[in-house]
């Protein structure tokens, strides 16, 4: 018997012990029961009794990982979602900068787990997965669960394939990319909040040479990069909209454009080969691996990710746990800061949305394999929004993993035990609908960002290609977006010049590109009639 199978084993032994833990935690708070409330709790009774007698439901889940440790299976954490959801859960964790990857070779392999996480609705293995019958459709399923069917409609459409949809959007706030950068740094140096392109220029040019930690040595740099170059939250994807690029396509006398056929596209990769070049940025970015991306800052040595804004609130936890650990922290100093953008020569914002949602969680046909396993594997993941999981899966377990201060949440300075048993579990989180759980404490960086992503809304570049679902592009979409992401990291890093780059969209156009582009305007001319 395997490791798993025996965990698996043991958890169904302890089935009934189940029903207590999810009676004796019901909530944070102590009620009396009312008379009205008589008929709800004979009916909640009846379904406790129930539920011990129908067997745990194992489910693997392949998630990403931004760290380099991670909860097991069997750890608290773990444990108590499985008691609260009767499942045993086993969790294939991935690296993030390798997920596609895996992803990929999962797809194309007999064994997937009972609930997949897909990065993208549209990435070309998905939907070619999808169009042959792979994955379960749960739109119409929705209406059944009290926390799915409340899923935003906006969303469940930017999130549809063929106006159906194949996976559980994660929910985010659609204004949410920004800048991350020390304030303590930006002080020191003697700058203010940086308002142009040129400003940002010179902060991280500052944070190299001014010395920003004042501990006398050459030490530190501007901004850290990291490997990972799709997404909505690479960092390359904000930068080149404040020098006027597209999201993705950008409009041009009435047709779709690529972003990297415009003049703006190519004027963003030279400030980063700028920056390459005068080491503002780490020269191994191209192999950092992005669950390693807080580290540099949280270190001391550097001051500014772009990428989420809520980032910054992270950070700031993780710099007071390490300097408490010295003996060192003022719990009052404020760190860390964080902005939507910078404005370009036009003088105007412009900030990366999100689709307001990060990815899906899909089930596939071939594990799932009858109606009835897909409203068990549905209940756990309606279940997993309810407040007290919600909190469960985001910061633990209390007096373990955290403490409450009135209504809020104080997470423990440990974050080794953090990133064994807590962090990455919020990955299976659909947050719907939005809110739900305990928060930790409402600092003014926290307050700030609630305000700012909102804010940003105003600001975002919408990708007017967002709903279209692309033939070619699920045929060799891979293959084309290898292409462009291969040949602007040799641009940056000076593996090659202007004309290599321009060699290889040229390259990318005969690879399909050319096709891609008719096809696409197709559906945009088709979309504006």
């Not at 030279?270 to 020269?283: A, G, H, R, S, V």
């Not at 691996?289 to 580290?295: E, F, P, Y």
């Not at 990428?307 to 609130?313: E, K, L, N, P, S």
């Not at 953090?418 to 989180?429: I, P």
Request: proline letters at 5%.
């Amino acid at each position: 018997m395997n490791k798993k199978t025996q965990k698996w084993v043991a958890a169904a032994a302890l089935g009934t012990l189940a029903v207590t833990a999810i009676a004796g935690c019901s909530g944070n708070k102590e009620e009396t029961a009312k008379p009205e409330q008589s008929a709800g709790a004979t009916a909640a009774a009846a379904a406790t009794t129930e539920a011990s007698a129908e067997k745990p439901l194992d489910i693997s889940i392949m998630l990403p990982i931004f760290k380099t440790n991670f909860p097991k299976d069997d750890g608290p954490v773990v444990t108590e979602i499985e008691k609260k959801t009767n499942t045993n859960i086993h969790l294939e964790w991935v690296p993030n900068a390798s997920y596609g990857d895996k992803f990929n070779i999962t797809l194309a392999s007999t064994k997937l787990p009972e609930i997949i996480y897909v990065p993208s609705s549209k990435d070309p293995s998905f939907v070619n997965a999808v169009r042959s019958g792979a994955f379960w459709e749960l739109g119409p399923y929705l209406k059944d669960y009290p926390n799915l069917s409340q899923a935003n409609e906006v969303i469940m459409n930017n999130s549809s394939i063929d106006g159906k949809n194949y996976g559980i959007y994660r929910g985010r706030a659609l204004g949410r990319n920004g800048i991350v950068y020390r304030k303590d740094w930006l002080e020191a140096v003697g700058l203010q909040q940086p308002k142009t392109i040129d400003d940002f220029y010179n902060m991280l040019k500052a944070f190299k040479e001014k010395d920003p930690d004042k501990n006398g040595k050459d030490d530190t740099y501007g901004m850290v990069l990291v490997k990972w170059t799709g997404g909505w939250a690479s960092a390359f994807d904000t930068i080149k909209l404040w020098f006027g690029a597209p999201n993705k396509w950008g409009v041009a006398d009435g047709k779709l454009v690529p972003e990297h056929q415009t003049p703006e596209y190519l004027e963003a990769l030279k400030f980063m080969k700028k920056l390459y070049d005068e080491k503002l940025i780490n020269q191994d970015f191209a192999v950092f691996d992005s669950a390693k991306w807080v580290d540099p800052v949280v270190n001391g040595q550097a001051g500014v990710i772009v990428d989420v804004t809520d980032t910054a609130g992270r950070i700031e936890d993780k710099i007071h746990a390490a300097l408490a650990k010295e003996n060192k922290d003022n719990p009052d100093a404020q760190y860390m800061d964080n902005m939507i953008g910078v404005t370009g020569a036009d003088g105007k914002l412009k900030a990366l949305p999100t689709s307001g949602f990060a990815g899906l969680l899909a089930i596939p046909k071939g594990t799932v394999k009858t109606e009835e396993e897909l409203k068990r594997v549905l209940k756990f993941l309606d279940q997993m929004n309810d407040d007290d999981l919600t909190t469960l899966a985001g910061y633990g377990i209390e007096g373990k993993h955290y403490t409450l201060d009135g209504e809020f949440i104080v997470p423990t300075k440990d974050a080794a035990l953090l990133e064994s048993e807590v962090e990455g579990l919020n990955q299976m989180l659909p947050f719907i609908p939005a809110g739900r759980g305990r928060v930790v404490q409402q600092t003014p960086l926290r307050l700030q960002t609630t305000e700012i992503q909102k804010e940003a809304e105003q600001y975002i570049v919408a990708n007017p290609a967002e709903p279209f679902i692309s033939d070619v592009y699920s045929q060799k979409g891979q293959q084309l977006d290898n292409i462009i992401n291969d040949a602007r990291i040799k641009f940056i890093v000076g593996q090659t010049d202007e004309a290599g780059l321009m060699a290889a969209f040229e390259t990318w156009k005969k690879s399909g590109g050319d096709d891609l582009v008719k096809e696409m305007n197709e559906l945009y001319a088709a979309s504006v009639k």
